[in-house]
């Protein structure tokens, strides 16, 4: 088994860092969850400071280790926020579609990651509670709006009912590989510059892939 472990580190060729942000309580640490080990629990905890789970899966026949990182949405932890955004290529912006304050704290949330994350960091908007329909507080046409308003992947999900989780997160670390290959193939037609520098800032390539593919497919995601 020891071997078997260390030849799967030694084949991951990508560590992608995707942060979840959104008020306390809208579902961040379940869908993190439901993400990471497929598990959902009813009676989970606020979560304190900050936590974070991983997962490696194949995008394009490439090994990829997503750390996923979860943090407090109570405004006392918000110390953390350097250091929880720094080398983060990936963000869920997350809400609760029955409470509409969490939605109007969207655009706050968006305003502190773009100005602590990387500016190619790709970003998903994630209504999340979609099995909490009859206590619908945000119209999915005005989240709709929003996304395409500030150029967002967006996707309404349930961490409970495991409905487009695992497409949401797809998504993103699907777009994030993509532009990545895309940033290895120039490096690799300039040999000088082979350093992360040349790519997407904050990605750790820990084992750099020989021939990037030129077009890497997207994930699609179901319509809800």
Same mark, same amino acid.
């Given at each position: 088994?020891?071997?078997?472990?260390?030849?799967?580190?030694?084949?991951?060729?990508?560590?992608?860092?995707?942060?979840?942000?959104?008020?306390?309580?809208?579902?961040?640490s379940q869908l993190l969850a439901r993400f990471s080990r497929d598990e959902f629990s009813?009676?989970?905890?606020?979560?304190?400071?900050?936590?974070?789970?991983?997962?490696?899966?194949?995008?394009?026949?490439? &090994?990829?280790?997503?750390?996923?990182?979860? #943090?407090?949405?109570? !405004?006392? /932890? @918000?110390? +953390?926020?350097?250091?929880?955004?720094?080398?983060?290529?990936?963000?869920?912006?997350?809400?609760?579609?029955?409470?509409?304050?969490?939605?109007?704290?969207?655009?706050?949330?968006?305003?502190?990651?773009?100005?602590?994350?990387?500016?190619?960091?790709?970003?998903?908007?994630?209504?999340?509670?979609?099995?909490?329909?009859?206590?619908?507080?945000?119209?999915?046409?005005?989240?709709?709006?929003?996304?395409?308003?500030?150029?967002?992947?967006?996707?309404?999900?349930?961490?409970?009912?495991? &409905?487009?989780?695992?497409?949401?997160?797809? #998504?993103?670390?699907? !777009?994030? /590989? @993509?532009? +990545?290959?895309?940033?290895?193939?120039?490096?690799?037609?300039?040999?000088?510059?082979?350093?992360?520098?040349?790519?997407?800032?904050?990605?750790?390539?820990?084992?750099?892939?020989?021939?990037?593919?030129?077009?890497?497919?997207?994930?699609?995601?179901?319509?809800?």
């Open positions: 088994m020891a071997n078997s472990y260390a030849e799967l580190n030694q084949r991951i060729d990508y560590v992608f860092k995707v942060v979840l942000i959104g008020d306390s309580a809208v579902g961040k009813l009676d989970s905890k606020a979560t304190i400071g900050v936590e974070f789970q991983t997962r490696t899966l194949a995008i394009d026949h490439k &090994t990829v280790k997503a750390q996923i990182w979860d #943090t407090a949405g109570q !405004e006392r /932890y @918000r110390a +953390v926020t350097s250091a929880y955004y720094r080398g983060a290529v990936g963000a869920m912006l997350v809400y609760d579609i029955t409470k509409r304050q969490s939605f109007d704290h969207i655009t706050r949330w968006l305003e502190e990651l773009r100005g602590h994350a990387d500016k190619n960091i790709v970003i998903m908007l994630v209504g999340n509670k979609c099995d909490l329909g009859t206590l619908r507080a945000v119209p999915t046409e005005d989240a709709k709006e929003f996304a395409q308003r500030e150029n967002l992947f967006f996707m309404e999900t349930s961490a409970l009912e495991s &409905t487009n989780v695992e497409s949401a997160f797809l #998504t993103v670390l699907t !777009e994030i /590989y @993509r532009i +990545v290959s895309k940033k290895s193939l120039v490096a690799n037609d300039e040999p000088e510059s082979v350093g992360s520098s040349s790519l997407l800032k904050g990605t750790k390539i820990v084992v750099p892939g020989q021939e990037p593919p030129g077009a890497a497919k997207s994930a699609c995601c179901m319509s809800t």
